[in-house]
């Protein structure tokens, strides 16, 4: 395995871990809390803008080996994707149609990007 395929799958993987804090963030969403302050303030917002600073310094790791058009092609697109499957399988939301065919077109606009 070359570097280059080593820094696209930790990019994919932060990818990953962008889409998983977004998850955090609906699951805080849903929750009933005695003040605003503690809606902000909880264990899984905390954690997800922890994953998300993570994210970012991986990100800017990355760009030192990796073109910046690879890096921010995956890593602006694919947390999106990843966030429809999770909303699919945790939340039982609807995947349209429309929902589908941004998804193929992202994955398939990124993949000629990064090949």
Do not use: D, H, W
Not at 61 to 87: C, D, K, M, Q
């Amino acid at each position: 395995m070359t570097n280059r395929s080593l820094y696209i799958l930790l990019l994919l993987l932060v990818c990953f871990v962008s889409a998983f804090a977004q998850f955090l963030l609906k699951i805080s969403s849903q929750k009933q809390y005695c003040s605003i302050v503690f809606s902000y303030l909880n264990v899984y917002v905390l954690s997800a803008y922890g994953l998300f600073f993570s994210c970012l310094v991986a990100n800017v790791f990355l760009l030192r080996y990796l073109p910046v058009s690879t890096v921010s092609a995956l890593s602006e697109s694919l947390p999106l994707v990843f966030s429809f499957i999770n909303g699919r399988i945790f939340f039982c939301e609807k995947l349209t149609v429309p929902k589908i065919a941004g998804g193929i077109t992202i994955i398939v606009g990124t993949i000629v990007i990064v090949l």
